[in-house]
């Protein structure tokens, strides 16, 4: 008997299509089936192995689910979330993967919804700049951490249930609130994307052609959806702009050393930045 | 008959180190010289077979060298320069992997030093954060830009031979004045590397638990020595702060945009980041 006997997922791009990789080569799940807006992204993660069905109708897709981990951009995921828990089976689980998730946790009623359905965010720390099921991989969720996001209305098991589903994936599990995962993700996610944007964008053209590792992989993430990313920073606003402004202050206190020519207090400046880095390593 | 017979590499670390192995797995000189300050980097450096021969001390290691190669950390250039310059025979030339260019060349007297020994400066775009021989690699400098710099005193059979001896390295050689280096250096290294390293410290330390691949790729160039980085940009300084504050007033519009709420001014900014990353890929 598997873990699971049907599992939908609900955007079958690299993150989604990921998910069905490993429910499906790990044996964890009887059914796995994608929902998607595309035909063809549909069918790339068929022949990928990723789902043994597809539809384009939320409604279809849910209707056998016991759980559905919604994997759509932020900007939809509310959307799809009550949608499913509309055609769900009676006390189905739903889960997402989105960047933030306070807002998304709050406009579901803490995530109590009708039919003894049950909403627990999450927000597996994998992915890429890259997009779309042919980079899925089944591997993309082992030893990365995700953080699952209760909120105080989330009853135990269905938290429990949502943890166990990324364990099986092999994945460490962080539990959060949803405030306290959008103040930490701004600083180590949505700010650090801000400033590569920025970095990349103000790069003078006549210059790109001399960029080598450093400028690669600084600016890295800009290379993300520029319409996801929207979606991200501004579903987190208040925080993001709060680590910005801890950066800009930071990148500030350096500028005036370099131009104050205080060699003492950039190698300081440099070293704290070192430590920091040293310490996550990777 | 060999390309060079005796070239001396002064300081073998990450980058002499390489520059060692080439010369030798590719056969182009005779005999390859190191001349280190400490014996061990200079024993490992023989170990990976790096290095024919070894000294401590710079006089020695030039008394025979047709080419010398410096890639001694920046503040120290033009003094090894000279000191290599005295010792070494009639008519040879000299060349660095210095990160800046204009300081260095013009506190060289434009390069044409005494005994018709020459000075061309270059800037190998290669390495990483790592340091030392052991990261030595025979290819370090296979299909890597290399920028040659020769002032307006620079005779044109140096600069040649200079770009001859990158070329025989496996490198694409680009010719540009020193300021012209510094110029786009700043944009591209320079103000990427003080960005990473305030991004780096003004993150707290409580979220880095948190960093995954995009604070990583963001900030891995602050995992950079921070004293040889800090005589990079204080020996660049006017650039660099140029490209700081031009990089400022990005993140300062993204900043805004985000503050106001501006959906469209937000995605437009983004936009204008992913195109000039794309641009240059990798």
Redesign the interface.
């Known amino acids: 008997m598997k873990q699971w006997d049907t599992v939908a997922i609900v955007g079958v791009g690299l993150v989604g299509g990921s998910i069905g990789l490993a429910l499906r080569r790990r044996g964890l799940a009887a059914r796995v089936v994608g929902v998607g807006r595309r035909a063809s992204s549909l069918r790339r993660a068929r022949e990928r192995g990723a789902l043994s069905a597809a539809t384009t109708k939320l409604a279809r897709g849910a209707a056998d689910a016991e759980l559905v981990v919604v994997c759509t951009p932020v900007a939809q995921i509310v959307q799809h979330v009550r949608e499913a828990a509309e055609y769900c089976p009676r006390g189905a689980r739903i889960t997402d993967v989105g960047s933030t998730k306070a807002a998304i946790v709050a406009s579901l009623a803490g995530g109590r919804l009708q039919r003894d359905v049950s909403f627990v965010g999450s927000h597996p720390?994998?992915g890429?700049e890259k997009q779309g099921p042919q980079f899925a991989c089944e591997d993309l969720f082992q030893d990365?951490?995700v953080?699952v996001t209760p909120s105080r209305r989330s009853r135990a098991e269905d938290v429990d249930a949502i943890e166990a589903f990324w364990r099986a994936l092999g994945a460490r599990v962080?539990r959060m609130t949803p405030q306290a995962h959008d103040e930490?993700?701004a600083?180590?996610?949505h700010?650090?994307?801000?400033?590569?944007?920025?970095?990349?964008?103000?790069?003078?053209?006549k210059?790109?052609p001399?960029?080598?590792?450093?400028?690669?992989?600084?600016?890295?993430?800009?290379?993300?959806?520029?319409?996801l990313?929207?979606q991200i920073?501004?579903t987190n606003?208040t925080h993001?702009?709060k680590?910005?402004?801890?950066?800009?202050?930071?990148?500030?206190?350096?500028?005036q050393a370099?131009?104050d020519?205080d060699?003492e207090e950039?190698?300081q400046?440099?070293?704290?930045?070192?430590r920091?880095?040293?310490?996550?390593g990777?």
Chains 1, 2 share one sequence.
């Open positions: 720390l994998a890429s990365r951490l953080i962080v930490a993700l600083a180590t996610s700010a650090p994307h801000l400033v590569a944007s920025a970095l990349a964008a103000a790069t003078p053209r210059f790109l001399l960029a080598s590792s450093g400028w690669l992989d600084t600016t890295r993430v800009a290379a993300g959806d520029a319409e990313w929207r920073i501004s606003r993001v702009l680590s910005v402004d801890r950066f800009a202050r930071m990148l500030s206190s350096l500028r370099l131009a020519e060699q950039i190698l400046l440099l070293q704290a930045g070192k920091h880095r040293d310490s996550v990777g």
